[in-house]
């Protein structure tokens, strides 16, 4: 008898408990569409992206942060207001999610019915006033340079597997014990504003790691910044990735009436005779 009166309150509690929490409803958010952006005629260039992750709110109230797609559990019933924002992992690192500051919120009113299951697909384009800079290489004449001092190759026109791209052709470069070393740069003399969001945007296929460099240019000298590593994918898994670098805080960091190129740094890893390189779709995108 001592046994079953101890047990007794907890069991209370656990049935309180138990009808205290109600049955959710389901939120199902599908994975990102960027859409072209019509006021800029194309100007934003491919439309390729890796917007994998979404902050999301509920009549302005965080749910959490989610990659897509997802199904999440909502602890409200009714017709709310709904807002996606588009998110990033920062210079692709998975820990680091951070809402994409060039890209429109999809909003929309929804109505959640708790054991049901309300299904979005959130689409969303670049806002409107943005600044891009783009190297495509679908013009013979690329504004990627390669560095007459320090480069043992350059890259070649490659159109072999374009897979999930727009346009015809991608930068090939092939690293071997001969020609170990690429080092390429922008000539776009970009003035970019100290204080705004600004980033590179890299669409990249390697089994060879890959360096980028912020190069400050002002009347004082030029400064290369190393910036974020683009790391080797194994031969037999190797994939089109895309990345996003956060250029804001070394821009911050320079001279006054500097500008920026971008630049790529790479010498064949340790231990490999062979690897290979593509590369596609650098933007510079600014307020």
């Given at each position: 008898?001592?046994?079953f009166?101890?047990?007794?309150?907890?069991?209370f509690?656990?049935?309180?408990?138990?009808?205290?929490?109600?049955?959710?409803?389901?939120?199902?958010?599908?994975?990102?569409?960027?859409?072209?952006?019509?006021?800029?005629?194309?100007?934003?260039?491919s439309?390729?992206?890796?917007?994998?992750?979404?902050?999301?709110y509920?009549?302005?109230?965080?749910?959490g942060?989610?990659?897509?797609?997802?199904?999440?559990?909502?602890?409200?019933a009714?017709?709310?207001?709904?807002?996606?924002?588009?998110?990033?992992r920062?210079?692709?690192?998975a820990?680091?999610?951070?809402?994409?500051?060039?890209?429109?919120?999809?909003?929309?009113?929804?109505?959640?019915?708790?054991?049901?299951?309300?299904?979005?697909?959130?689409y969303?384009?670049?806002?409107?006033?943005?600044?891009?800079?783009?190297e495509?290489?679908?013009?013979?004449?690329?504004?990627?340079i390669?560095?007459?001092?320090?480069?043992?190759t350059?890259?070649?026109?490659?159109?072999?597997?374009?897979?999930?791209f727009?346009?015809?052709?991608?930068?090939?470069?092939n690293?071997?014990a001969?020609?170990?070393?690429?080092?390429?740069?922008?000539?776009?003399?970009?003035?970019?504003?100290k204080?705004k969001?600004?980033?590179?945007?890299?669409?990249?296929?390697?089994?060879?790691?890959?360096?980028?460099?912020?190069?400050e240019?002002?009347?004082?000298?030029?400064?290369?910044?190393?910036?974020?590593?683009m790391?080797a994918q194994?031969?037999?898994?190797?994939?089109?990735?895309?990345?996003y670098?956060?250029?804001?805080?070394?821009?911050?960091?320079?001279?006054?009436?500097?500008?920026?190129?971008?630049?790529f740094?790479?010498?064949?890893?340790?231990?490999?005779?062979?690897?290979?390189?593509?590369?596609?779709?650098?933007?510079?995108?600014?307020?």
């Amino acid at each position: 008898m001592l046994k079953f009166y101890f047990f007794l309150p907890l069991l209370f509690l656990l049935t309180t408990c138990g009808k205290n929490n109600p049955d959710p409803s389901w939120l199902q958010i599908n994975a990102w569409t960027l859409n072209a952006n019509p006021n800029y005629g194309g100007a934003e260039g491919s439309l390729n992206h890796n917007i994998s992750e979404a902050w999301v709110y509920v009549n302005d109230e965080i749910m959490g942060v989610f990659q897509l797609p997802c199904k999440i559990p909502i602890l409200k019933a009714g017709t709310f207001n709904i807002k996606i924002m588009p998110a990033i992992r920062n210079n692709g690192i998975a820990s680091t999610k951070k809402i994409y500051p060039f890209l429109d919120t999809y909003e929309t009113t929804g109505t959640l019915v708790q054991n049901q299951t309300l299904v979005l697909s959130p689409y969303t384009k670049y806002k409107d006033n943005i600044s891009f800079t783009i190297e495509d290489f679908e013009d013979i004449n690329s504004s990627l340079i390669p560095d007459p001092n320090t480069s043992a190759t350059t890259f070649q026109l490659s159109n072999t597997n374009l897979q999930w791209f727009n346009g015809n052709y991608y930068a090939k470069i092939n690293l071997n014990a001969v020609d170990s070393s690429w080092v390429a740069y922008t000539n776009w003399t970009s003035h970019v504003t100290k204080g705004k969001d600004a980033y590179l945007e890299v669409d990249y296929h390697t089994t060879n790691t890959i360096t980028t460099e912020l190069i400050e240019i002002s009347p004082s000298g030029t400064v290369p910044r190393i910036n974020i590593g683009m790391n080797a994918q194994t031969p037999n898994t190797v994939t089109w990735r895309k990345i996003y670098i956060d250029l804001k805080e070394l821009i911050a960091a320079g001279a006054s009436g500097a500008y920026f190129e971008q630049g790529f740094v790479a010498t064949l890893d340790s231990g490999k005779t062979d690897t290979e390189i593509w590369i596609d779709n650098i933007k510079l995108v600014h307020f």
